[in-house]
C-alpha cells in the first residue's frame, strides 16, 4: 500500500480526489496492511498517467507526458550495448525529467546507476512522493535495463535518499536485500546509488521492433510486472511457511517438502534476489500488521500465531515495521477510520 500511496500523492498536491480511481481498481486505501495484486497496480498506473497526461504522476515541475516510455524504449533499442543505451536514457530524461538527474559511473569491477535531484522534490524528504518518484524511477530503469538486455540484472546494493520507509521489506523482494537508506541532510538534495557488476554494462541490447511492440502493449505500467524478484520459488516458500503457522519451518524442512537440497534452494533465491530470512520476515509482517488492522485479536495470541516465542520479541519487531508498539499501531489505525 506504501507504494499506491506514493503513486497517489501527486493528486493530492493538485486536490484531486482519488476516489474514483480507487474505486475503479477496487482499492482501499483505509487498509494499510493490505496488499494489492501486481496487476491491479499496473492497471492504476497506466490510468492515473493516462488521466493526467503525465508518466510522471504529477510528482515533478513539468509532466512528462504520455508517450514517453515509449520514445524512451525507443531510443534506446538500437544501442550496440546496455551502458550505450543508459547513457541514452540519461539524456532523454534530462529532457522529459529535468527534476531528476540520472548517470552511471563504471570503475573497474563496479558500476552504480545513480538518480539526483536538481531541486528538491518535496520540503520533507521522506514525503511519501518524493519516496515514491526515486522508487519509481529505479524501478523504471532497472526493468527497462533487464528487458534490454533479455536477462535479469541483480542490484548488489542501492542505498536510498531517505528513511526507512513503513513498507521497507517489500525492497529485498522489488530492488535488492541489501537495500539502505540514508536521509538526506535538511535542505539538501538527495541521491541515489544503485551498484551492480559492471560487467553487466557489457551486455548487447537483444530487443527489436516487433519485441518493442509488444512490449508496449500494457506499457508503462507493465513494467512492474516484468523481472520482479519474488519470483517461484519466493511465492513456493512463502506459502508453505504461512501453512505451517505457528509452527516454524526450517531451511532443511523447506527443503525436503521441496524435494531440493538446501544448497539448492539458497541459489534459487539468491537468483531470485531474496533469502530464506527475509521471506520470513516479509510474511510475518504482512500477517502481523493485517491482523492488527482486521481484528481485535489479543497481540499475544497474534504473536504465538505468528510463531514468536514471546511476546516481547513480537512487540521489538513491531517497533522495528512501524515505528511503534503493536497497541498504539492499531490504535492509530483505529482513530484514522
Known amino acids: 500500500m506504501g507504494f499506491v500511496t506514493g503513486m497517489l500523492a501527486g493528486l493530492a498536491r493538485r486536490s484531486i480526489d482519488p476516489g474514483p480511481l480507487l474505486a475503479a481498481g477496487n482499492i482501499d486505501l483505509a487498509d494499510p496492511a493490505s496488499r494489492i495484486p501486481v496487476a491491479d497496480y499496473a492497471a492504476l498506473y497506466n490510468l492515473l498517467n493516462r488521466q493526467l497526461d503525465d508518466e510522471g504522476f504529477g510528482l515533478f515541475a513539468q509532466p512528462m ?3 514517453s516510455f515509449e520514445f524512451l524504449c525507443r531510443g534506446c533499442l538500437s544501442a550496440p550495448t546496455l551502458a550505450e543505451a543508459l547513457q ?3 539524456r532523454f530524461l534530462h529532457v522529459v525529467l529535468p527534476d531528476l538527474a540520472v548517470s552511471v559511473r563504471r570503475s573497474h569491477e563496479h558500476a552504480e546507476l545513480v538518480i539526483s535531484e536538481t531541486r528538491k522534490l518535496a520540503e520533507q524528504p521522506d514525503d511519501p512522493g518524493r519516496i515514491f518518484a526515486f522508487e519509481w524511477l529505479l524501478r523504471l530503469l532497472h526493468g527497462l535495463a533487464c528487458w534490454l538486455a533479455g536477462r535479469g540484472i541483480a542490484l548488489d546494493s542501492v542505498i536510498f535518499p531517505y528513511r526507512k520507509p513503513a513498507h521497507f521489506a517489500d525492497y529485498a523482494l522489488i530492488f535488492t536485500a541489501d537495500s539502505r537508506f540514508a536521509p538526506t541532510v535538511p535542505g539538501g538534495n538527495g541521491t541515489l546509488v544503485a551498484a551492480f557488476n559492471a560487467n553487466l554494462l557489457d551486455l548487447p541490447v537483444r530487443r527489436d521492433e516487433a519485441a518493442l511492440n509488444r512490449f508496449l502493449d500494457g506499457a ?3 513494467i512492474t510486472t516484468l523481472y520482479r524478484r519474488d519470483r517461484e520459488m519466493v511465492t513456493r516458500i512463502r506459502d508453505l511457511l504461512r501453512a505451517a503457522l505457528p509452527d516454524t519451518l526450517s ?4 527443503a525436503e517438502r521441496l524435494y531440493l ?5 539458497h541459489r534459487r533465491l539468491e537468483e531470485e534476489g531474496s533469502s530464506f530470512r527475509a521471506i520470513k520476515d516479509a510474511l510475518r509482517r504482512d500477517m502481523a500488521l493485517a491482523r492488527l488492522a482486521k481484528s481485535d485479536d489479543a497481540i499475544a495470541r497474534i504473536a504465538a500465531d505468528l ?3 514471546d511476546t516481547s520479541a513480537f512487540y521489538r ?3 522495528e515495521w512501524t515505528g511503534m508498539a503493536p497497541l498504539h499501531y492499531r490504535q492509530q489505525l483505529v482513530r484514522g477510520k
Open 65 to 67: 507526458r504520455v508517450g
Open 220 to 222: 508503462p505500467g507493465k
Open 307 to 309: 510463531g514468536y516465542a
Open 251 to 254: 531451511l532443511d524442512a523447506v
Open 317 to 319: 519487531a513491531c517497533v
Open 261 to 265: 537440497s538446501p544448497r539448492s534452494v
Open 88 to 90: 541514452r536514457a540519461s
